[in-house]
């Protein structure tokens, strides 16, 4: 499941979710024993002695083997009309009842062989009396009538999956022109029971077949081949999708609408992609490197993709950033983009992200939501594999550190518990930062420890081993165990069985030929373990960016090493690969971080002495290296922290139209619009801020040069803006929100409402953190107009978040009322609340 929805979670609930950077990185500036596991509880010791928390496996009953439904929709009603087979055995133990998940339904009739079967139902678990005794050499089957209402059940949710319906009708009447008709579902955790009856839970699997009845118009998708497609008399079409290879239900998946279907085979397999019709052309593309992905994480893995095809759909408000549905990926509407848009903000991690839970996740199933890491704690790292190969070693490391930085983030609102996590309090708090982020950097660790060859290898034998079944730590640790012989438990405990990180307080001290380097971890002991082990690599630079290395194992609460040197010392890292999941504190000097700069080859290390060196009098020629630097974002970093001095204009000058990357153009742009301009120049520099906004291939420095032009020429900028108002993209709709706003122009204040009026999905919330300030300033008669606005957008068919964003700005709103507000705007205002949705 992708991470982005976590990251609008922490923008929307811990500050008004980014994802796997946990937002589009582009366009926002995620106790073993030995081999016995010990499944009881432990116990607690406080004075009461009662047991902790845990949530363990569901306990297997049945083994259901295949599912097959006959599904057709009531789009007014926003029903499933649905008949249901289900073949299953006992698991181990006889059974005389058979008890489902169904949530919400209507159950019209229960049978087994033509007879029909006495059940019990309330509303959540559908009970069905056997007519005898089953052993677990009987195979039952089972035909059940129902209609699903998920519209009409509690819609629940959490940061990560924002509601809980499991099949979404989206524009159902057709009532709103500017939105197509469709359907899709989102299962994960357990909500596929809400449109058919299942075990809805992660360690069940079976085979399944869909079959379809939708408007001729429409197109369809489900896990699985297309097996039929047949056209009936009244304007409808049945289509069959069958899947033979099990998996959870949890990935079943079904989805209606109006698109545009682009298919391509790559050695055999199908690939298919559903965009809206619009974006036709430019949907291999929203689905970037797809046909690479597959044979590149193949290969790594030797392990040929598994499933029947490979199809990827676009979802209007849909409740997550993305879902790993077997063979058929679900996606928010944010990744569909133009070819131009997609310059500014590629698909690549999210593809990626996604298309590796088919053997994690898909292939092999954590067993238990607290086991949820060995999903996607792997469908992470696979973002820093494919970036790596595709891009080097800089963008993955800059991936990298954007994890680290969502991790420590989470700790700070919500504090650290073990990777696997059997006391949460509810099955959803599982889908965060510790999952997603801290789950892939444990990997990095793990891949590092071994090393490439054998990192693989074990993978490839846990999979191979656990294929098709649900899994908990215990199965990976013990294939890397069998594969290199090494006794892990250490490395697990710490990791995945404790909480937290190393926290590491550096002191370096070089004096008579020899450096002494003081490593005390601080980390609480009361909360996390008081020592991690730490296998790192410690360098040791001299002035001229040489490096001395030694391998090292930190495995001290405070621990000192001492290396004879006599070369001319300049600086030292403890953890010169960038291995190590910690928080590293030290005593080097500005000038330090300077030749740190200049001489590490290491994206994370270089990053942090340009943060570490401001304010150093020499700092600008390490900044003015810095342009020079392959990497974009040092280059980037470098102008951000340049100071505005003439003799560097024409240096920005030149990056501005001619750097290979659509960040450092706008950057620099940016920059010069800082600086004071010549006068005599400023006809010259709107001819070539025009010529961006026209050619740049990238919207990115388009907008900045717009920004530019009204700081030069407000009059000229706002024309722009005007003509720019329908842009095609809506490629400068929040730059012309920003100039209306700046130029104080009352003859903009429609346009400005207008924005918030047809804002849709996250475009909304940053449409909303622009004018809200704005409006809290106006008349209290505009006050509430934006408040009727808000109103509306709640009123509309989107993703939830919006209702909290609505309900949050209107109560800003009255509570900017001035103290002569009419009555009757008070009054509208409490009217409004009344009504706007929890």
Same mark, same amino acid.
């Given at each position: 499941?992708?991470?982005?929805?976590?990251?609008?979670?922490?923008?929307?609930?811990?500050?008004?979710?980014?994802?796997?950077?946990?937002?589009?990185?582009?366009?926002?500036?995620?106790?073993?024993?030995?081999?016995?596991?010990?499944?009881?509880?432990?116990?607690?010791?406080?004075?009461?002695?009662?047991?902790?928390?845990?949530?363990?496996?569901?306990?297997?009953?049945?083994?259901?083997?295949?599912?097959?439904?006959?599904?057709?929709?009531?789009?007014?009603?926003?029903?499933?009309?649905?008949?249901?087979?289900?073949?299953?055995?006992?698991?181990?133990?006889?059974?005389?009842?058979?008890?489902?998940?169904?949530?919400?339904?209507?159950?019209?009739?229960?049978?087994?062989?033509?007879?029909?079967?006495?059940?019990?139902?309330?509303?959540?678990?559908?009970?069905?009396?056997?007519?005898?005794?089953?052993?677990?050499?009987?195979?039952?089957?089972?035909?059940?009538?129902?209609?699903?209402?998920?519209?009409?059940? $509690?819609?629940?949710?959490?940061?990560?999956?924002?509601?809980?319906?499991?099949?979404?009708?989206?524009? $159902?009447?057709?009532?709103? $022109?500017?939105?197509?008709?469709?359907?899709?579902?989102?299962?994960?955790?357990?909500?596929?029971?809400?449109?058919?009856?299942?075990?809805?839970?992660?360690?069940?699997?079976?085979?399944?077949?869909?079959?379809?009845?939708?408007?001729?118009?429409?197109?369809?998708?489900?896990?699985?081949?297309?097996?039929?497609?047949?056209?009936? &008399?009244?304007?409808?079409?049945?289509?069959?999708?069958?899947?033979?290879?099990?998996?959870?239900?949890?990935?079943?998946?079904?989805?209606?609408?109006?698109?545009?279907?682009?298919?391509?085979?790559?050695?055999?397999?199908?690939?298919?992609?559903?965009?809206?019709?619009?974006?036709?052309?430019?949907?291999?593309?929203?689905?970037?490197?797809?046909?690479?992905?597959?044979?590149?994480?193949?290969?790594?893995?030797?392990?040929?993709?598994?499933?029947?095809?490979?199809?990827?759909?676009?979802?209007?408000?849909?409740? %997550?950033?993305?879902?790993?549905?077997?063979?058929?990926?679900?996606?928010?509407?944010?990744?569909?983009?133009?070819?131009?848009?997609?310059?500014?903000?590629?698909?690549?991690?999210?593809?990626?992200?996604?298309?590796?839970?088919?053997?994690?996740?898909?292939?092999?199933?954590?067993?238990?939501?607290?086991?949820?890491?060995?999903?996607?704690?792997?469908?992470?790292?696979?973002?820093?594999?494919?970036?790596?190969h595709k891009y080097g070693e800089d963008r993955a490391n800059h991936h990298r550190e954007n994890e680290i930085g969502g991790y420590l983030g989470s700790l700070q609102r919500g504090g650290a518990h073990p990777l696997i996590h059997y006391?949460?309090?509810?099955?959803?708090?599982?889908?965060?930062?510790?999952?997603? &982020?801290?789950?892939?950097?444990?990997?990095?660790?793990?891949?590092?420890?071994?090393?490439?060859?054998?990192?693989?290898?074990?993978?490839?034998?846990?999979?191979?081993?656990?294929?098709?079944?649900?899994?908990?730590?215990?199965?990976?640790?013990?294939?890397?165990e069998d594969v290199t012989g090494k006794d892990l438990i250490w490395f697990f405990d710490q990791w995945y069985f404790e909480a937290g990180h190393p926290q590491l307080n550096v002191n370096y001290t070089y004096q008579n030929d020899s450096?002494?380097?003081?490593?005390?971890?601080?980390?609480?002991?009361?909360?996390?373990?008081?020592?991690?082990?730490?296998?790192?690599?410690?360098?040791?630079?001299?002035?001229?960016?040489?490096?001395?290395?030694?391998?090292?194992?930190?495995?001290?609460?405070?621990?000192?090493? %001492?290396?004879?040197?006599?070369?001319?010392?300049?600086?030292?890292?403890?953890?010169?690969?960038?291995?190590?999941?910690?928080?590293?504190?030290?005593?080097?000097?500005?000038?330090?971080?300077?030749?740190?700069?200049?001489?590490?080859?290491?994206?994370?290390?270089?990053?942090?002495?340009?943060?570490?060196?401001?304010?150093?009098?020499?700092?600008?020629?390490?900044?003015?290296?810095?342009?020079?630097?392959?990497?974009?974002?040092?280059?980037?970093?470098?102008?951000?922290?340049?100071?505005?001095?003439?003799?560097?204009?024409?240096?920005? *000058?030149?990056?501005?139209?001619?750097?290979?990357?659509?960040?450092?153009?706008?950057?620099?742009?940016?920059?010069?619009? *800082?600086?004071?301009?010549?006068?005599?120049?400023?006809?010259?520099?709107?001819?070539?801020?025009?010529?961006?906004?026209?050619?740049?291939?990238?919207?990115?420095?388009?907008?900045?040069?717009?920004?530019?032009?009204?700081s030069l020429l407000p009059n000229e900028g706002l024309e722009l803006c005007e003509k720019l108002e329908d842009h095609p993209d809506n490629a400068f709709d929040g730059t012309i929100t920003d100039i209306y706003i700046e130029s104080k122009?009352?003859?903009?204040?429609?346009?400005?409402?207008?924005?918030?009026?047809?804002?849709?999905?996250?475009?909304?919330?940053?449409?909303?953190?622009?004018?809200?300030?704005?409006?809290? *300033?106006?008349?209290?008669?505009?006050?509430?107009?934006?408040?009727?606005?808000?109103?509306?957008?709640?009123?509309? %068919?989107?993703?939830?978040?919006?209702?909290?964003?609505?309900?949050?700005?209107?109560?800003?709103?009255? %509570?900017?009322?001035?103290?002569?507000?009419?009555?009757?705007?008070?009054?509208?205002?409490?009217?409004?609340?009344?009504?706007?949705?929890?």
């Amino acid at each position: 499941m992708q991470k982005l929805i976590l990251a609008l979670a922490a923008l929307f609930i811990f500050g008004c979710k980014t994802t796997k950077n946990t937002i589009l990185e582009s366009s926002v500036d995620e106790r073993l024993l030995d081999t016995l596991m010990v499944t009881a509880p432990k116990i607690s010791k406080n004075k009461t002695y009662e047991l902790d928390p845990f949530n363990p496996s569901e306990e297997r009953k049945i083994d259901l083997i295949h599912t097959a439904l006959d599904l057709s929709f009531d789009w007014n009603k926003q029903h499933v009309i649905g008949k249901a087979m289900l073949r299953l055995r006992p698991y181990f133990y006889d059974i005389t009842q058979v008890e489902l998940d169904a949530v919400g339904f209507d159950i019209k009739r229960v049978k087994m062989f033509d007879s029909d079967l006495k059940y019990k139902y309330d509303g959540y678990k559908l009970v069905i009396e056997l007519e005898r005794n089953y052993s677990r050499d009987n195979l039952i089957e089972l035909d059940i009538d129902y209609v699903a209402k998920p519209e009409e059940t $509690p819609a629940g949710g959490s940061d990560a999956i924002t509601s809980e319906k499991g099949l979404f009708f989206i524009n $159902p009447l057709n009532a709103d $022109p500017n939105k197509p008709q469709q359907i899709w579902t989102q299962g994960e955790t357990e909500n596929n029971s809400r449109w058919f009856p299942t075990v809805d839970k992660p360690n069940e699997r079976c085979s399944q077949e869909i079959r379809m009845t939708v408007e001729d118009r429409f197109a369809t998708l489900s896990n699985g081949r297309l097996v039929s497609s047949t056209k009936n &008399n009244d304007g409808t079409r049945t289509d069959y999708w069958k899947q033979d290879k099990p998996h959870a239900p949890y990935l079943f998946m079904v989805g209606v609408g109006e698109y545009a279907v682009v298919t391509e085979k790559v050695n055999g397999l199908d690939l298919m992609y559903y965009v809206e019709p619009k974006y036709k052309e430019d949907a291999k593309l929203i689905f970037n490197h797809t046909p690479e992905m597959i044979a590149f994480f193949s290969e790594k893995l030797n392990y040929p993709y598994p499933w029947d095809k490979y199809a990827q759909i676009i979802c209007r408000d849909f409740v %997550s950033g993305a879902m790993e549905n077997t063979g058929a990926v679900t996606f928010g509407d944010f990744v569909q983009r133009t070819k131009k848009q997609l310059v500014d903000a590629d698909n690549d991690y999210i593809v990626a992200h996604e298309l590796f839970h088919h053997w994690f996740g898909d292939l092999v199933t954590c067993e238990s939501w607290a086991n949820l890491t060995m999903n996607e704690g792997f469908a992470n790292y696979s973002e820093y594999l494919w970036f790596e190969h595709k891009y080097g070693e800089d963008r993955a490391n800059h991936h990298r550190e954007n994890e680290i930085g969502g991790y420590l983030g989470s700790l700070q609102r919500g504090g650290a518990h073990p990777l696997i996590h059997y006391g949460y309090d509810d099955k959803e708090q599982m889908f965060d930062a510790h999952s997603y &982020n801290k789950g892939g950097l444990v990997l990095h660790m793990l891949r590092d420890l071994v090393g490439d060859d054998a990192f693989y290898h074990s993978l490839n034998k846990y999979l191979t081993d656990n294929e098709y079944s649900a899994v908990e730590a215990d199965e990976l640790r013990l294939a890397f165990e069998d594969v290199t012989g090494k006794d892990l438990i250490w490395f697990f405990d710490q990791w995945y069985f404790e909480a937290g990180h190393p926290q590491l307080n550096v002191n370096y001290t070089y004096q008579n030929d020899s450096l002494q380097i003081l490593i005390e971890q601080t980390q609480d002991p009361e909360k996390y373990p008081p020592i991690f082990i730490l296998p790192t690599t410690i360098a040791i630079y001299d002035v001229l960016g040489n490096a001395t290395k030694h391998k090292v194992v930190i495995d001290q609460r405070k621990q000192t090493y %001492s290396f004879p040197y006599k070369g001319d010392y300049a600086w030292a890292s403890i953890d010169a690969d960038d291995i190590l999941l910690a928080e590293v504190s030290s005593n080097k000097s500005k000038e330090q971080y300077g030749h740190q700069f200049l001489a590490s080859k290491n994206y994370r290390e270089q990053i942090l002495a340009l943060n570490e060196i401001e304010g150093m009098p020499t700092a600008d020629v390490v900044y003015e290296e810095a342009l020079n630097n392959d990497y974009y974002n040092i280059r980037r970093k470098a102008i951000n922290e340049l100071s505005k001095d003439e003799k560097f204009r024409d240096k920005i *000058e030149n990056l501005a139209v001619n750097d290979p990357h659509s960040i450092v153009r706008s950057t620099a742009i940016n920059y010069l619009k *800082e600086m004071p301009p010549f006068t005599d120049r400023i006809p010259e520099i709107v001819k070539q801020m025009k010529t961006v906004i026209k050619n740049d291939e990238s919207y990115r420095p388009a907008n900045a040069a717009l920004s530019y032009i009204y700081s030069l020429l407000p009059n000229e900028g706002l024309e722009l803006c005007e003509k720019l108002e329908d842009h095609p993209d809506n490629a400068f709709d929040g730059t012309i929100t920003d100039i209306y706003i700046e130029s104080k122009d009352e003859k903009y204040l429609p346009k400005l409402f207008q924005q918030l009026d047809q804002a849709e999905g996250v475009g909304f919330y940053f449409a909303s953190q622009k004018l809200l300030p704005y409006f809290k *300033e106006r008349k209290d008669a505009e006050k509430l107009k934006a408040a009727q606005i808000y109103l509306a957008q709640t009123q509309k %068919s989107g993703p939830p978040f919006i209702k909290f964003i609505s309900r949050s700005a209107v109560n800003e709103l009255k %509570s900017s009322l001035s103290n002569q507000a009419e009555e009757s705007i008070k009054q509208a205002f409490e009217d409004i609340i009344k009504v706007l949705p929890e």
